[in-house]
């Protein structure tokens, strides 16, 4: 096997650097490099390990993180319920639960969570005996809304996220690990939204881009909202 195919990414995992990871979920890049690389801390002048929330998919290259679809999901959940005002402590102890619930190395996004998820987390607070962590029980709802809403524009076949429509739910984009390597591209044509948010730019024309690509109009303004949004963060 030459080195160039040896390094070359597997077909329906997806493939994201962390800065490319980073700039889908509106997130910084140190957060991913601190979640699926580890970290340490002084406390009480003693230094605390802290291992990485899972191992990425897909093996580190030359030193850098390199993560699969399924991956960004599981990042994008958590980042979610840090949102709502949960500590990553509280998070890595309900990762850890679900994994034995959902028997998934990346419970998150399976099925099983989506439906089972506030329990699972109760269930986890109950388990770890953490005082602090029992308030939690008072945000139920806040839980179920997390993970409604994070679900909402997510897809799954096989009992796990297969696909998730990035931009307000909207079916004219998509970001599928089958397609494109995981990259945002036009649902119904194949097409990245970044070279025809690109394309618009160099042209000066969204009908020009349009006609030159065949995607319809409508889908390539989508194309260019969604990218600037990204921009925009």
Not at 47 to 75: N, T
Not at 182 to 194: E, M
Not at 207 to 232: C, K, M, T, W
Request: aromatic share 10%; proline share 7%.
């Amino acid at each position: 096997m030459s080195p160039i195919a040896a390094n070359s990414p597997p077909v329906g995992i997806g493939f994201y650097t962390v800065p490319e990871a980073a700039r889908l979920l509106r997130i910084p890049p140190l957060n991913i490099r601190r979640w699926l690389g580890g970290y340490t801390y002084r406390h009480d002048g003693e230094v605390v390990e802290m291992p990485p929330l899972w191992q990425p998919q897909l093996p580190a290259y030359d030193g850098h993180i390199e993560l699969g679809f399924r991956d960004l999901i599981e990042l994008r959940i958590v980042k979610s319920f840090l949102d709502a005002g949960l500590k990553l402590v509280t998070i890595r102890a309900c990762l850890e639960y679900a994994r034995e619930c959902a028997e998934d190395d990346r419970p998150f996004s399976t099925r099983r969570f989506r439906t089972d998820g506030r329990t699972i987390f109760l269930d986890s607070i109950q388990r770890s005996g953490d005082g602090e962590l029992l308030d939690l029980k008072k945000r139920q709802y806040v839980i179920k809304q997390v993970i409604d809403r994070t679900f909402k524009d997510l897809d799954l076949s096989d009992e796990i996220v297969s696909r998730w429509r990035p931009f307000n739910g909207k079916q004219s984009i998509v970001i599928d690990p089958q397609r494109a390597f995981g990259q945002p591209i036009a649902t119904q044509y194949g097409v990245p939204t970044v070279t025809l948010a690109d394309a618009v730019e160099a042209e000066g024309s969204i009908q020009r881009v349009g006609h030159l690509y065949d995607v319809p109009v409508s889908v390539v303004i989508d194309a260019v909202n969604f990218e600037n949004s990204l921009r925009s963060t």
